[in-house]
């Protein structure tokens, strides 16, 4: 009886596990992880500049947007005044003498071309919180003549019958009644109502959008004719030289 003995079959070794597979599979997590941390962090951060944006005022821009309307305005009337006018006017001829006298009343606007401002004419102090506005002079727009109020009296005479002296004397009043108008809307009283009430119009027209959106600071209007004084202005940062560094 033939006893052979087999062999038992090779069995292939188990495959080797490759070294450091377990730390570079946690690397790449950890790293995944950083990233998503990193992306996270950014987000939070791009959130909160937008909230910061939306919810701080900047007052440079409230004020160039204030500016803006105003200059749509055109012009700004914010007083006028009524004057009368009482002149008289005398010639002699031949021996006779006439006198003509008039009364003309008439209405004076004081007006500011707002087309002129600039932006460097309004500039804001951050650490006063004080907006300052230089505006252009005050323009006197009249007189404006009420021609059915105008009252003329002369003594007549022979003169004015044989020539057209009453002609001549009654232009000559209509002139000089138009000169002292306006010499009267010259006076210092009147001027400085008008840049006074000038004044708060564009004060309010700057101050109530800042306290709209919750800007603590002051607005202060001077004219750009006017002396300043003993008050010193903040020359630092106008609106145009913070458009320019934003760009």
């Given at each position: 009886?033939?006893?052979?003995?087999?062999?038992?079959?090779?069995?292939?070794?188990?495959?080797?596990?490759?070294?450091?597979?377990?730390?570079?599979?946690?690397?790449?997590?950890?790293?995944?992880?950083?990233?998503?941390?990193?992306?996270?962090?950014?987000?939070?951060?791009?959130?909160?500049?937008?909230?910061?944006?939306?919810?701080?005022?900047?007052?440079?821009?409230?004020?160039?947007?204030?500016?803006?309307?105003?200059?749509?305005?055109?012009?700004?009337s914010a007083f006028a005044a009524r004057y009368v006018a009482v002149v008289s006017s005398r010639q002699s001829?031949?021996?006779?003498?006439?006198?003509?006298?008039?009364?003309?009343?008439?209405?004076?606007?004081?007006?500011?071309?707002?087309?002129?401002?600039?932006?460097?004419?309004?500039?804001?102090?951050?650490?006063?919180?004080?907006?300052?506005?230089?505006?252009?002079?005050?323009?006197?727009?009249?007189?404006?003549?009420?021609?059915?109020?105008?009252?003329?009296?002369?003594?007549?005479?022979?003169?004015?019958?044989?020539?057209?002296?009453?002609?001549?004397?009654?232009?000559?009043?209509?002139?000089?009644?138009?000169?002292?108008?306006?010499?009267?809307?010259?006076?210092?009283?009147?001027?400085?109502?008008?840049?006074?009430?000038?004044?708060?119009?564009?004060?309010?027209?700057f101050a109530m959008p800042l306290r709209a959106a919750g800007v603590e600071g002051s607005v202060k209007v001077?004219?750009?004719?006017?002396?300043?004084?003993?008050?010193?202005?903040?020359?630092?940062?106008?609106?145009?030289?913070?458009?320019?560094?934003?760009?």
């Open positions: 009886m033939d006893q052979r003995v087999t062999p038992p079959a090779d069995t292939p070794p188990p495959p080797s596990r490759p070294r450091g597979g377990v730390g570079l599979f946690l690397t790449k997590v950890a790293g995944v992880l950083l990233l998503l941390v990193l992306a996270g962090l950014i987000m939070v951060w791009g959130v909160q500049r937008y909230v910061e944006d939306r919810l701080t005022p900047d007052p440079t821009t409230i004020a160039r947007a204030s500016l803006d309307g105003l200059r749509e305005q055109n012009r700004l001829q031949l021996g006779f003498s006439t006198e003509r006298t008039l009364i003309m009343p008439g209405m004076v606007r004081y007006e500011v071309d707002l087309g002129k401002l600039r932006q460097q004419d309004v500039r804001w102090d951050a650490n006063a919180h004080v907006l300052s506005v230089t505006l252009p002079p005050v323009e006197i727009d009249g007189p404006q003549v009420d021609l059915s109020a105008i009252r003329e009296y002369g003594s007549g005479g022979l003169l004015t019958t044989f020539t057209d002296a009453e002609q001549r004397l009654d232009a000559a009043n209509r002139t000089a009644g138009q000169v002292e108008l306006m010499r009267q809307a010259r006076a210092p009283a009147p001027m400085k109502l008008a840049r006074d009430a000038t004044r708060r119009a564009v004060e309010r027209s001077r004219f750009s004719d006017e002396a300043a004084g003993d008050e010193r202005w903040d020359t630092t940062r106008n609106l145009q030289e913070v458009l320019g560094n934003s760009g």
